[in-house]
C-alpha cells in the first residue's frame, strides 16, 4: 500500500503538469469555438492530427527502451541516456532536413498551398516534441517530477498567453488602433496564431531543457542495438495506437457522406472529443507516473498482487470521471460553442472508449516486464485493422457518430486481446469481479439518468449529483478498509 501511495503521489505531481495543463490548454477550446467556424477550427483539428502521429514516429520508442535499459544493473545509465538521446536528435535532423526540402510539395498533397508555412512551423514543432522526449524521460525516471511540471507548465502558460494575446487582445487593440499592430498582426493569419503560439512554447521548452543535454557522446553501438530491437515493436504499438487514436480525423475528410460540408464535421468532431479527453487527461496522467513505477517494482515479491490493485484503483477513478463528465454535461458542454453542440451524442462513446484504452495500458505491463513487444506490437497493430476497417465501412453511413463507435470497437478488443494474452505469459489476479462490477454501475447509473432528459436543468443535475454521491458511497463501503490502508 506504501508503494500505492507513493504512485499516487507522482501521480498528482505529473497532474500538476499535465491535469492542469490540458485544463489550461482545454479552456482555450471555447475561445476557439467561439472566434472560428467549425471548418476553420477543423484546420487545427487534422494538423494536431499529423502532429501526434508524427511525434510517436521520430521517437520510435526510445523512451520505454531507456526506462527498461537504465534499470538493468548490468547497464551504465548515462551511457544509456547518450545512447538514447543521440539516436532521436540524429534521426530528427534527417526528418527536419527533408521536411523542408519538400514542403511545398507536402502542403500541396494536404490542399495547403497557399499556407506552406503551416507546414513548416509544424515541422519545427514535431522536431523539437521529438528530442526533448528523452530528457523528459530522463526527469521521469529520476523522479524529479516536480521539475518535470516546472518545465511543463511553462510551456502551457506560454502557450496560452500567445493565444490570448494574438486572438483576443490584438483584435480589441486594432478596432481602436489599426496603426499601432500593423507590424506584427494581420487578422488574414486567423487560426495560424494558434500554430505560431505553439511553435513558441515548444522553443522555450528547449531552451529549459538544454541542462539535459550537456552529455558525454558516450554513443554504444552495441546498447544501441540492444535499445533498437527493444523499441521498434513499441514504435508499431505507437504508430498503431496513432492510427487509432487519431486517424478517424484524418479519415474523415475523404469518407464523409457527398454533400457534407467536411471540414465543419471534422471541427465539430475535433472539438467534442475535447470534452471526451478529460478522461485521457487522466491516463496520460497516470502513465507519467506509472511507466517507470511498474518497471522499478517488477523484482519485488508482491509485484503481481500489486499490479492488480493499481488496476482496480484505477477503474475506480475513471469510472468517477466518466460518471462527473456525462451526469453534468448540461454544464460541460459550454466549453465549446454551440455551433459545435450537435456533436454531443458522441461523448459518452468517446469516454467509455477512452476508459478501456486506459485500462489497455495497465494490462501493457505484462509484456514490457518480459521483453515481449512483439505481442503489443501485434495487438496495436490488430486494433489499427480496425480501425481502418470500420471506418471505412461506418464513416460513409453515419458520419463521425461511424468514427466515434470505431474508437470504441478498437479499444474494446484491444484491450479484451491483452488481458488473454497476458494472463498466458504474465499471470496477474486482477480482481475481475470489482472491475467489471464497477464498469457496468457506472455505464448503469448513466443509462438511467437519460431517464431525466426531459426534466429542466436545475432538477437534472440534482437528481444526477444524487446518482453521483450513491456511485461514490457505494465505492467507498466496498473499499473501505483498502483506502484506509492506502492513506496512512
Known sequence: MSAIKK??????????????????????????????????????????????????????????????????????????????????????????????????????????????????????????????????????????ALRFAGIRLVNIF???????????????????????????????????????????????????LMPQFKIKLQFDKKLWNELIKYALPLLLVGLAGMINETADRAMLKYLLPAGSNVMAEIGIYGACYKISIIMTIFI?????????????????????????????????????????????????????????????????ILLLANWFLGIYFNLTVWYKLTNKTGYGAGISIFGALLTIVFNFIFI????????????????????????????????INYDLKRIIGYIIFAITLYLLSNLFANYSVSLKLLLNTVLLFFFLGTVFKLEKKQFKSVAL
Not at 185 to 202: P, T, W
Not at 406 to 423: D, E, K, R
Open 284 to 348: 496520460q496522467t497516470f502513465r507519467y507516473a506509472a511507466e517507470p513505477f511498474f518497471f522499478s517494482h517488477a523484482k519485488n515479491k508482491d509485484a503481481n498482487q500489486l499490479y492488480a490493485d493499481v488496476m482496480k484503483y484505477f477503474v475506480i477513478a475513471c469510472a468517477a470521471i466518466f460518471l462527473i463528465t456525462l451526469l453534468y454535461l448540461d454544464i460541460v458542454k459550454f466549453f465549446v460553442g454551440k455551433k459545435y453542440w450537435a456533436g454531443l451524442p458522441i461523448v459518452p
Open 158 to 208: 506560454l502557450n496560452i498567453s500567445v493565444n490570448l494575446f494574438f486572438l483576443l487582445l490584438c483584435p480589441a487593440v486594432v478596432k481602436d488602433y489599426p496603426e499601432q499592430l500593423s507590424h506584427f498582426y494581420d487578422a488574414q493569419i486567423g487560426v495560424g496564431y494558434i500554430f505560431i503560439a505553439n511553435l513558441l512554447a515548444s522553443v522555450a521548452t528547449l531552451l529549459l
Open 7 to 144: 504512485l499516487a503521489s507522482q501521480t498528482a505531481v505529473y497532474g500538476l503538469s499535465s491535469i492542469l495543463g490540458r485544463l489550461l490548454n482545454y479552456l482555450l477550446v471555447p475561445l476557439y469555438t467561439n472566434i472560428f467556424l467549425p471548418e476553420e477550427y477543423g484546420v487545427v483539428t487534422e494538423f494536431y492530427t499529423y502532429v501526434s502521429f508524427f511525434a510517436v514516429m521520430l521517437t520510435y520508442g526510445m523512451e520505454t527502451a531507456f526506462f527498461r535499459y537504465s534499470q538493468k544493473e548490468d547497464t551504465n545509465q548515462t551511457t544509456v541516456y547518450a545512447t538514447a538521446l543521440l539516436s532521436v536528435i540524429t534521426t530528427t535532423a534527417i526528418f527536419l532536413l527533408f521536411g523542408f526540402l519538400f514542403s511545398d510539395h507536402i502542403a500541396q498533397s494536404l490542399s495547403y498551398q497557399q499556407h506552406v508555412w503551416y507546414i513548416q512551423c509544424f515541422l519545427i514543432i514535431i522536431a523539437i516534441d521529438a528530442v526533448t522526449a528523452i530528457p523528459f524521460a530522463k526527469l521521469r525516471a529520476e523522479n524529479k
Open 396 to 427: 460513409p453511413l453515419f458520419g463521425y457518430y461511424g468514427a466515434a463507435w470505431t474508437t470504441l470497437i478498437c479499444y474494446a478488443a484491444m484491450m479484451l486481446t491483452s488481458y488473454f494474452q497476458g494472463q498466458k505469459h504474465f499471470p
